[in-house]
């Protein structure tokens, strides 16, 4: 008697336990999973479509030795019908391969790693002192700028290209017509893509006149002077800034593609550019009426004449047609309008639904977001009996298994326009 009662609690400690199990087990489906490098940084990018039983995510690097370790974490923001997008950029980074992946800490304190990507980080090629003694080197300035600021004096520069160069060397003449070293940059840019340097000098100087000098020193000590920019008349323009002697490349960008996709509420933008000249950032706007235009997205350009992917994003979202145009914008904040593309939204007349009659589920679907429609289930007497609303996804199933049979009422509506379709439920 007593080893039957045993056994029989034994049993339902087990069912108990396999209960607890199954409702606390993290159901999380992800939509996309992106690692990427941008400049010197790795992105990390992920949009979930739901997050069930989800406390938090955990983003972790793989180390040398190949242990994980935390790097971010996000709380969860999404239902377990909805999900969002989440977005962290790994600042500390090292030429090679690196692992990535994110993790789920569910409700009970459980992880679970649900994707894992490597990317090979790409950064300015180290050399062996033996290898420096011969390498020059050379470095393409697209503009060095001096700007006054009061007592200080803001300088600034970018480069389309550097090979071999270590760091960048400032230097002010002072009234002896000498040359005195104001601060020396690290190099952080490559053979294929430059980079934007700023430098504050601080109580620079009560002069009517002063001159910089930048120049370049190489991995074999080598220093080649890059030109220089001067400030004129200060008391007269306290902003005013003079170009140095060089005759700096022309503004120009040229874009091969500009795509626009809306995912989870989330905009999304990719465009590919190609001779980019003396481009400081990219900046997207957007307008729903052709006319009132407004910021929509902005990312730094990366410079270089090869092609370059871009992409960034607009979590506003779009609730209706909306039309974008991709601009270039210069250090002197001149634009260049390189793209225009349009995200459609849809609207009730284009989604679809099907089958009708049914025999318990019915399914909507359309080419886009479905954004803020709502969808209502009722009877013929106006009753509501399923509603479903606020669903950024591309489709959605209703199951009508457990109604009775006999007609029943499909309203969808986007607040400005209402469709009515009869559904047959017909077992």
């Known amino acids: 008697m007593m080893k039957k009662m045993y056994l029989l609690l034994m049993a339902i400690a087990i069912l108990f336990s396999t209960n607890i199990n199954a409702n606390t087990n ?36 793989a180390t040398e030795n190949g242990q994980w370790r935390m790097i971010a974490s996000f709380d969860s923001e ?23 992946r994110v993790v789920q800490l569910d409700n009970v304190g459980i992880e679970r790693p649900i994707a894992t990507k490597s990317i090979e980080i790409l950064l300015r090629t180290e050399f062996t002192n033996e290898q420096n003694r011969s390498l020059e080197p050379v ?14 004096v803001r300088l600034e520069w970018a480069t389309g290209s550097e090979s071999n160069c270590k760091y960048f060397v400032l230097e002010k003449e002072n ?12 190099s952080t840019g490559n053979p294929n893509k430059g980079d934007v340097y700023v430098y504050m000098h601080e109580n620079a100087s009560n002069e009517s006149e002063l001159v910089y000098r930048l120049s370049v020193q190489g991995y074999n000590q080598q220093v080649v002077e890059l030109g220089t920019a001067e400030i004129g008349n200060i008391g007269t323009r306290p902003d005013d800034a003079v170009n140095s002697s060089r005759n700096f490349e022309p503004f120009y960008a040229e874009a091969l593609n500009f795509d626009v996709d809306q995912t989870n ?18 900046l997207i706007e957007k307008t729903t009426d052709r006319t009132t235009w407004e910021h929509s997205s902005k990312v730094n350009a990366i410079g270089g004449i090869s092609l370059t992917d871009y992409t960034t994003m607009d979590r506003s979202g779009a609730n209706e ?3 974008f145009k991709l601009y270039a914008v210069d250090y002197n904040e001149n634009r260049k309008e390189l793209a225009a593309a349009t995200l459609d939204v849809a609207s009730v007349e284009d989604i679809e639904t099907y089958p009708n009659p049914t025999d318990g589920m019915l399914f909507i679907q359309s080419g886009t977001d479905l954004g803020n429609i709502s969808f209502k289930i009722m009877d013929l007497e106006g009753n509501v009996l ?35 379709e009869k559904i047959l439920v017909d077992r």
């Open 139 to 152: 470095c393409n300035v697209k503009f060095f700028e001096a700007l006054k600021k009061g007592e200080n």
């Open 175 to 186: 009234s002896q017509g000498e040359w005195q070293e104001v601060e020396t940059i690290l």
């Open 386 to 420: 399923i509603q479903k609303e606020n669903n950024f996804s591309k489709s959605l199933t209703f199951d009508l298994s457990e109604l009775e049979k006999g007609f029943y009422i499909l309203n969808i509506s986007d607040g400005k326009e209402t469709r009515i």
């Open 265 to 282: 509420g989330v905009i999304h933008f990719s465009f590919s550019v190609q001779l980019e000249n003396n481009c400081n950032y990219f």
């Open 26 to 61: 993290g159901s999380i489906e992800l939509i996309s999973f992106e690692v990427s490098q941008n400049s010197r940084a790795v992105e990390i990018f992920f949009v979930t479509a739901n997050e069930a039983n989800c406390e938090s995510f955990i983003i972790q690097k």
């Open 321 to 323: 047609d909306t039309y």
């Open 78 to 100: 999404g239902t377990d019908q909805f999900g969002t997008s989440y977005q962290f950029f790994d600042l500390d980074i090292n030429r090679g391969w690196a692992n990535y």
